[in-house]
């Protein structure tokens, strides 16, 4: 099984977070470092470190991560005006918790989806 993480610990109560949705297979809580008015992190609560980690015994946790998206951006008040869904991997991907994760961002015009390509 993969190790625990800092989410882990979310995950388990074992440190603080602002958790605002929880199941039996996933935690959602607001990232501490927003990047717009709404900036939510949907975890398995079982770690998958990256997507390159994903197997078809991971395809039902997977889905129901986008589940708990839509339902979490509807009680956020902004399934109407839009929100972007972005998980990253690895270093080019900026990844930097190896426990794969699904950004929940809103509450703005996002812009551009990437930004211009470092040199
Ligand atoms: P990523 O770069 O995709 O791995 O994203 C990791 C995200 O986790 C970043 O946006 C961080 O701001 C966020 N983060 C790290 N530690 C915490 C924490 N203790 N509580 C909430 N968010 C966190």
């Known amino acids: 099984m993969a190790k625990d993480t800092i989410f882990s610990k979310i995950i388990h109560g074992e440190i603080p977070a602002d958790i605002i949705y929880q199941d039996e297979q996933t935690t959602a809580f607001r990232d501490i470092h927003p990047q717009a008015p709404t900036h939510?992190?949907?975890v398995p609560n079982n770690v998958?470190?990256?997507v390159n980690d994903a197997t078809p015994e991971n395809e039902q946790i997977l889905g129901h991560l986008f589940v708990v998206a839509a339902k979490i951006a509807k009680q956020e008040g902004i399934a109407e005006s839009g929100?972007?869904?972005i998980v990253n991997c690895n270093k080019d991907g900026g990844q930097?918790?190896?426990h794969l994760h699904v950004h929940l961002l809103g509450g703005r015009r996002l812009g551009p989806m990437l930004t211009r390509q470092e040199e």
Do not use: A, D, G, Q
């Open 40 to 42: 939510i992190l949907i």
């Open 48 to 50: 998958i470190p990256t």
């Open 83 to 85: 929100y972007r869904l």
């Open 96 to 98: 930097e918790v190896f």
